[in-house]
T-cell receptor, first 118, second 113 residues
Framework: KAGVTQTPRYLIKTRGQQVTLSCSPI?????VSWYQQTPGQGLQFLFE???????NKGNFPGRFSGRQFSNSRSEMNVSTLELGDSALYLC?????????????????FGPGTRLTVT | TQLLEQSPQFLSIQEGENLTVYCNSS?????LQWYRQEPGEGPVLLVT?????EVKKLKRLTFQFGDARKDSSLHITAAQPGDTGLYLC?????????????FGKGTKLSVIP
């Protein structure tokens, strides 16, 4: 199976612009999560989509938004970019949490999009 | 407040040495995973531990989940330069609507040839 793909891999934008990042999950995976990774804060959860519905959202401003399409591909958008938005944006796909005796949630990550805001 | 604390933050060792990294929390996790991330790439899932006290081995890597399911450790025997990377632990919390993993900030390991 092909892995998670993210496009573009690198992006340079200026403050005030907006950006759209794309993620194609592993075939058959309907859950897509987005994370922001910075050296100081580590991986921080942005949001999760399943079957085109946002099920969970992290503590980020409304400038960060996302959506998922019927083929499970997902996009995230950041409007009015700030210098602090410079980060590695990671997408992870999953079959979704498995609930049995214990909740298991295995995620498979793409290579990320490195966004630099100048 | 970081829900999952990893220690040490940085570790630099010589090839052939053994090491242990830790992942601690005051919360109980339903399951816990370890990932390794190399520069410029996304994290790669290494293992999932589920049962308190569980020990899993992956070649030279040994993972343990604490009895109370609040902590975990990763032990590497005879480290090699290929083990270099950022090791991340991530946990799934029980409860309705738990559609996210909580990540620690990671341990950055450098293995010097």
């Amino acid at each position: 199976k092909a892995g998670v793909t993210q496009t573009p891999r690198y992006l340079i934008k200026t403050r005030g612009q907006q950006v759209t990042l794309s993620c194609s999950p592993i075939s058959g995976h309907r859950s897509v999560s987005w994370y922001q990774q910075t050296p100081g804060q580590g991986l921080q959860f942005l949001f999760e989509y399943f079957s085109e519905t946002q099920r969970n959202k992290g503590n980020f401003p409304g400038r960060f938004s996302g959506r998922q399409f019927s083929n499970s591909r997902s996009e995230m958008n950041v409007s009015t970019l700030e210098l602090g938005d410079s980060a590695l944006y990671l997408c992870a796909s999953s079959l979704g949490p498995r609930s049995g005796q214990h909740l298991i949630y295995e995620q498979y990550f793409g290579p990320g999009t490195r966004l630099t805001v100048t | 407040t970081q829900l999952l604390e990893q220690s040490p933050q940085f570790l630099s060792i010589q090839e052939g040495e053994n090491l242990t990294v830790y992942c601690n929390s005051s919360s109980v996790f339903s399951s816990l995973q370890w990932y390794r991330q190399e520069p410029g790439e996304g994290p790669v899932l290494l293992v999932t531990v589920v049962t308190g006290g569980e020990v899993k081995k992956l070649k030279r890597l040994t993972f343990q989940f604490g009895d109370a399911r609040k902590d975990s450790s990763l032990h590497i025997t005879a480290a090699q330069p290929g083990d270099t990377g950022l090791y991340l632990c991530a946990g799934a919390l029980s409860g309705a609507g738990s559609y996210q993993l909580t990540f620690g900030k990671g341990t950055k390991l450098s293995v010097i040839p």
